[in-house]
């Protein structure tokens, strides 16, 4: 039956849609917020999935005859009909007939209302309880009160209650429907046409109270209510009850897509395991009442909205000036901060409620919402690519213009001044190498000192790595893991001879470079004569400063695990001569040639690990 419809009827300002009641209590700033956040989210997830039941009804939905088809059980289904009866709907209590299909009973007490208020703000915040008597649909029981002394409220002797005609038909299905009564009394006052709110009738006429009733206590206050209670007072007293009805007509048009469930129409269940039962009063096809219900679906979740961000920003403003109020009693700037700090919360409470409204948003909708996170992983992969990519080059410059400002200032110094006596005469031969003794007879001419052999030993000059290496080379970009490549030029040694570098322990005392150069015999044939322009030393001059001179390597540079050395020949008066340039890596020479060899070398080092 109809009982558990709650309708407030009355034509003062208690009216029957007033479902707030006077229990309601004040809520806390933070459960506001909570169940505000819970609203949001809720709301974006149960709206989309109620949306898509809509749809899935209306593709699935059949048309039905004026008979019965049982092929069509479980099946949504659609009829445009009268409802209609041949006996009439009756309230035996009060022994009221209505020609209609149904009827309700609205059933009102006069009773005590537990109330809650907060005064003050703050730490002075204070929540306190009282007590009014007002009329109520719903009972209030007084045992449960936080004062339930002096505020006792009787058990009512009669409820609200709803009831059907037996014959009630909609086309072929018989017309019980609860749930379609209760959504059209919840609608009286919508101005929508097709709004099931125009088919309850307020009964405004009601026949007189039969005997019975009347020894019971009930008389007839207005035409169109029932009261019970004491009739020789004026006052209204706690227990008093009234009551009115309200009556469905018969012969109504409704057009329905509900499941047919027998002879019965009932909701229908969506594979998302909503249900779906639509009613429009008048003729409607099953297409314009499905895309009516999604339309109003999406009214209904638009307005749930704004109630969730309101009911967020207020949460928390609520409990922000709970901190605020401790700042009131400073003079002047107390009320201002208070003011600020509230707008703050509020502000938050916004972004925190759109934040939760986004998330049941894309909650409700898993594959966009997988799309939009691989998206936004892609843009910012992309954009960290590209922002590694300015930076490397961004660095590429800066090193390029060291290397041009350092090219700029060397061309900018001044030559070093000519050497003197011995050290200037070999200066001055070609090639910066020191001309070779004539050769003795019988013995192979000496290869060139300006390449060094491979098995020479080098004396490696004592440097630190914060010392400011000699820019000889252009710099050059160096990738990371060449150390796992081995260069194309680069030879293995043969036999167990004397590593060319070792970083681990100290170089040897390199021995004089001429030590092995024969020395030639007195009967041995004269030397060339020299140009007159220069005056030829003595040979055991030559010889002598040969035998002093030595080799030492010079760090140019480094690249992580890979060093570019210069080797010069230091004469005794202090004379650098320039040998040859070499590349190390891990502590062993694997290239020794010309500068340009060396660039070389490093390059295809580079390509080969590119």
């Given at each position: 039956?109809?009982?558990?419809i709650?309708?407030?009827?009355?034509d003062?300002?208690?009216?029957?849609?007033?479902?707030?009641?006077?229990t309601?209590?004040?809520?806390?700033?933070?459960?506001?917020?909570?169940?505000?956040?819970?609203?949001?989210?809720?709301?974006e997830?149960?709206?989309?999935?109620?949306?898509?039941?809509?749809?899935e009804?209306g593709?699935?939905v059949v048309e039905?005859?004026?008979?019965?088809?049982?092929?069509?059980?479980?099946?949504p289904?659609h009829?445009?009909?009268?409802?209609s009866?041949?006996?009439?709907?009756?309230?035996?209590?009060?022994?009221?007939?209505?020609?209609?299909?149904?009827l309700?009973?609205?059933?009102?007490m006069?009773?005590?209302?537990?109330?809650?208020?907060s005064?003050?703000?703050?730490?002075?915040?204070r929540?306190?309880v009282?007590?009014?008597?007002?009329w109520?649909?719903?009972y209030?029981?007084?045992?449960?009160?936080?004062?339930?002394?002096?505020?006792?409220?009787?058990?009512?002797?009669i409820?609200?209650?709803?009831?059907?005609?037996?014959?009630?038909?909609?086309?072929?299905?018989?017309f019980n429907?609860?749930t379609?009564?209760?959504?059209a009394?919840w609608a009286?006052?919508?101005?929508?046409?097709?709004?099931?709110?125009?088919w309850?009738?307020?009964?405004?006429?009601?026949?007189?109270?039969?005997?019975?009733?009347?020894?019971q206590?009930?008389?007839?206050?207005?035409?169109?209510?029932?009261?019970l209670?004491?009739?020789?007072?004026?006052e209204?007293e706690?227990?008093?009850?009234?009551?009115t009805f309200?009556?469905?007509?018969?012969h109504?048009?409704?057009?329905?897509?509900?499941?047919?469930?027998?002879?019965s129409?009932?909701?229908?269940?969506?594979?998302n395991?909503?249900?779906?039962?639509?009613?429009?009063?008048?003729?409607e096809?099953?297409?314009q009442?499905?895309?009516?219900?999604?339309?109003?679906n999406g009214?209904?979740?638009?307005l749930?909205?704004?109630?969730g961000?309101?009911g967020?920003?207020?949460?928390?403003?609520?409990m922000?000036?709970?901190?605020?109020?401790?700042?009131?009693?400073?003079?002047?700037?107390g009320?201002?901060?208070?003011?600020?700090?509230?707008?703050?919360?509020?502000?938050?409470?916004?972004?925190?409620?759109?934040?939760?409204?986004?998330?049941?948003w894309?909650w409700?909708?898993?594959?966009i919402a997988?799309?939009?996170?691989?998206?936004?992983?892609?843009?910012?992969?992309?954009?960290?690519?590209k922002l590694?990519?300015?930076?490397?080059?961004?660095?590429?410059?800066?090193?390029s213009?060291?290397?041009?400002?350092?090219?700029?200032?060397?061309?900018?110094?001044?030559?070093?001044?000519?050497?003197?006596?011995?050290?200037a005469?070999?200066?001055?031969?070609?090639?910066?190498?020191?001309?070779?003794?004539?050769?003795?007879?019988?013995?192979?001419?000496?290869?060139?000192?300006?390449l060094a052999?491979?098995?020479?030993?080098?004396?490696a000059?004592?440097?630190?790595?914060?010392?400011?290496?000699?820019a000889?080379?252009?710099?050059?970009e160096?990738?990371?893991?060449?150390?796992?490549h081995?260069?194309?030029?680069?030879?293995?040694?043969?036999g167990?001879?004397?590593?060319?570098?070792n970083?681990?322990?100290?170089d040897?005392?390199?021995?004089a470079?001429?030590?092995?150069?024969?020395?030639?015999?007195?009967?041995?044939?004269?030397?060339?004569?020299?140009?007159?322009?220069?005056?030829?030393?003595?040979?055991?001059?030559?010889t002598?400063?040969?035998?002093?001179?030595?080799?030492?390597?010079?760090?140019l540079?480094?690249k992580?695990?890979?060093?570019?050395?210069?080797i010069l020949?230091?004469?005794?008066?202090?004379?650098?001569q320039?040998?040859?340039f070499?590349l190390m890596?891990?502590?062993?020479?694997?290239k020794?040639?010309t500068?340009?060899e060396?660039r070389?070398?490093?390059?295809?080092?580079?390509?080969?690990?590119?």
């Open positions: 039956m109809l009982d558990e709650e309708l407030d009827a009355g003062d300002e208690d009216s029957w849609f007033s479902w707030g009641g006077g309601t209590s004040t809520l806390s700033s933070g459960a506001i917020f909570l169940l505000s956040l819970a609203l949001l989210f809720w709301n997830t149960s709206s989309k999935a109620q949306a898509d039941a809509y749809a009804a593709t699935q039905t005859g004026a008979a019965v088809d049982p092929a069509l059980d479980g099946k289904v009829l445009s009909t009268t409802v009866t041949q006996l009439g709907a009756r309230d035996d209590t009060f022994g009221l007939r209505t020609q209609g299909v149904a309700y009973r609205h059933v009102q006069y009773q005590w209302i537990e109330r809650k208020r005064r003050g703000k703050g730490v002075r915040k929540s306190e009282y007590y009014e008597m007002d109520d649909w719903r209030h029981d007084s045992s449960r009160f936080e004062q339930p002394e002096g505020h006792h409220n009787p058990k009512p002797t409820r609200s209650a709803g009831f059907f005609a037996e014959d009630a038909r909609l086309g072929p299905y018989r429907s609860e379609l009564a209760r959504r009394l009286m006052g919508d101005e929508d046409p097709g709004s099931l709110g125009h309850p009738q307020y009964r405004a006429s009601l026949p007189e109270l039969s005997a019975r009733l009347s020894s206590g009930w008389f007839q206050i207005e035409p169109d209510e029932y009261y209670g004491d009739q020789s007072v004026d209204i706690i227990g008093d009850i009234s009551v309200y009556e469905f007509p018969n109504y048009k409704l057009s329905l897509i509900a499941a047919q469930n027998g002879d129409l009932v909701p229908w269940q969506a594979s395991g909503k249900s779906v039962l639509i009613a429009r009063s008048g003729v096809d099953a297409g009442m499905v895309s009516q219900a999604i339309s109003r009214g209904a979740r638009s749930l909205r704004l109630v961000v309101l967020a920003m207020l949460g928390m403003a609520g922000v000036g709970a901190i605020s109020g401790l700042l009131s009693i400073v003079p002047v700037l009320p201002l901060l208070d003011t600020s700090l509230r707008l703050v919360g509020a502000l938050l409470g916004l972004v925190l409620g759109l934040f939760t409204l986004v998330l049941g894309l409700a909708r898993p594959l997988l799309a939009l996170l691989l998206v936004v992983a892609g843009m910012v992969a992309w954009s960290l690519s590694k990519a300015q930076r490397q080059r961004a660095r590429t410059a800066q090193i213009a060291q290397a041009k400002q350092r090219a700029a200032d060397r061309a900018a110094m001044p030559p070093p001044p000519p050497p003197s006596g011995t050290s005469n070999a200066a001055s031969v070609p090639g910066n190498a020191l001309p070779p003794p004539p050769p003795s007879a019988g013995s192979a001419p000496r290869p060139s000192a300006s052999a491979p098995s020479e030993t080098v004396a000059e004592q440097t630190t790595e914060n010392d400011e290496p000699k000889d080379l252009p710099p050059l160096w990738e990371p893991g060449l150390a796992r081995r260069p194309p030029s680069v030879r293995p040694r043969s167990a001879s004397t590593p060319l570098y970083a681990s322990e100290p040897p005392e390199p021995a470079l001429f030590e092995q150069v024969p020395v030639r015999s007195p009967a041995a044939a004269p030397p060339p004569a020299m140009p007159a322009a220069s005056k030829p030393e003595p040979a055991s001059a030559t002598a400063a040969a035998q002093t001179a030595k080799l030492v390597r010079r760090v540079g480094r992580g695990k890979y060093l570019v050395n210069r020949r230091v004469l005794p008066d202090g004379v650098e320039v040998v040859c070499e890596h891990q502590g062993k020479a694997i020794r040639g500068q340009d060396i070389q070398a490093l390059l295809k080092l580079q390509a080969s690990t590119a």
